[in-house]
């Protein structure tokens, strides 16, 4: 008895959740096709569906921004620099001084060869009223021929003399020159390879100044792809920092291929004067023709992380559409996936619809 008990009350408790179960559903699928029902129809909106259109094939290579007016400073003496003056980023004046070298030998150097100057100058002098003296005296048969004769030389010696000294100070003078380091153009100081302190030996860089005027991009191509790339190419560089793509032409294409990356080497010009030397740059070569799929910027709608589009579908439903977008012009914005041909896309009033309202009434262009 007690079992034929317990088996009805579970019997009864499966029924009684079967019921709860279809009210639910029944609740649910009610609730559903109401707020099915009450999906906002939108009226006035264009959809456009999208077609094929050629452009061009594009071949993006790297490069980095290089200066077309680059002088490297380097010192011509060696000894130890007393005073840097200048620091990356300084704007500097053709001649204006950078950085002094220990000049305390040079400095002697120039007292020695202007008491030398002085000296052969005195005896130079001397020679010459000795000179005159004796002339008086041999145009007046007093002296002979060979007594003027030596006379005559020793004036020359003391001439010789002192022109020497005079050269030795004037070479004291510019050695001493070179302690002073001069900008040889004007520009900006883009790179320090010296500090206070240091040994200077002649010929060693020391500075990099950067004059004003045009950049180059000096960029490395597939060697695949010589026969396409020519002087005088236009070409779209994107150069890092800048918020917009710049025009530039190919000037220079070297021949030889590098055997390890199997490249060749470009350089493109720029006429814009804000690039900075070293920056990242990318070059967009036109290299043929291509089909793509092409939007309007105003119909891409980003949330987010996400990029997509408003689509209509047969239905007139709008879905937002993810998709993956590549280059931009001013035809539009390449989509290199999330669309095929003929899908219908919003391009206007986009501020107006939400992913699920009913498109009624729409234009198709």
């Not at 029902?37 to 999208?50: H, L, N, W």
């Not at 020679?127 to 005296?137: D, F, G, L, P």
Request: proline share 2%; charged share 25%.
């Amino acid at each position: 008895m007690k079992e034929w008990n317990h088996h009805r009350f579970i019997v009864c408790c499966f029924l009684t959740a079967m019921i709860l179960m279809a009210g639910l559903t029944a609740g649910c699928k009610g609730k559903t096709e109401k707020e099915a029902a009450k999906r906002p129809e939108i009226a006035g909106i264009i959809a456009t569906p999208v077609s094929l259109s050629t452009v061009d094939a594009v071949y993006e290579a790297t490069g980095t921004v290089r200066s077309d007016r680059t002088s490297t400073v380097a010192g011509r003496i060696m000894g130890v620099v007393t005073s840097l003056l200048v620091r990356e980023g300084d704007t500097v004046k053709a001649g204006q001084i950078l950085l002094i070298i220990d000049d305390r030998d040079a400095v002697q150097r120039v007292r020695a060869a202007n008491m030398a100057v002085e000296s052969a100058k005195q005896n130079k002098s001397l020679a010459e009223s000795t000179w005159q003296r004796y002339k008086n005296m041999f145009d007046e048969k007093a002296l002979s021929r060979q007594e003027m004769d030596q006379i005559e030389t020793q004036k020359k010696v003391a001439e010789s003399e002192y022109e020497r000294t005079v050269a030795m100070a004037q070479e004291t003078k510019t050695y001493l020159s070179f302690t002073r380091v001069t900008a040889p153009v004007s520009g900006r100081v883009t790179e320090k390879r010296i500090d206070a302190g240091s040994m200077v030996s002649p010929g060693v860089p020391l500075l990099v100044i950067e004059g004003g005027g045009g950049s180059y991009i000096e960029a490395a191509v597939d060697s695949g792809l010589g026969d396409k790339v020519k002087t005088g190419m236009t070409v779209e560089a994107v150069v890092e920092t800048m918020s917009q793509s710049l025009p530039g032409m190919i000037r220079e294409v070297f021949p030889s291929v590098d055997p390890l990356s199997r490249t060749f080497t470009i350089k493109v010009g720029l006429k814009d004067t804000r690039l900075r030397s070293g920056l990242f740059a990318r070059i967009r070569i036109p290299v043929g023709k291509r089909d793509a799929i092409l939007v309007q910027d105003q119909a891409i709608v980003r949330k987010g992380q996400l990029t997509g589009v408003y689509v209509v579908d047969s239905q007139g439903t709008v879905i937002y559409r993810l998709i993956r977008t590549g280059n931009t012009s001013a035809r539009g914005t390449e989509i290199l996936s999330g669309l095929t041909v003929n899908d219908r896309v919003i391009m206007s009033g986009i501020e107006r619809v939400t992913d699920g309202d009913i498109l009624t009434g729409g234009k198709t262009k």
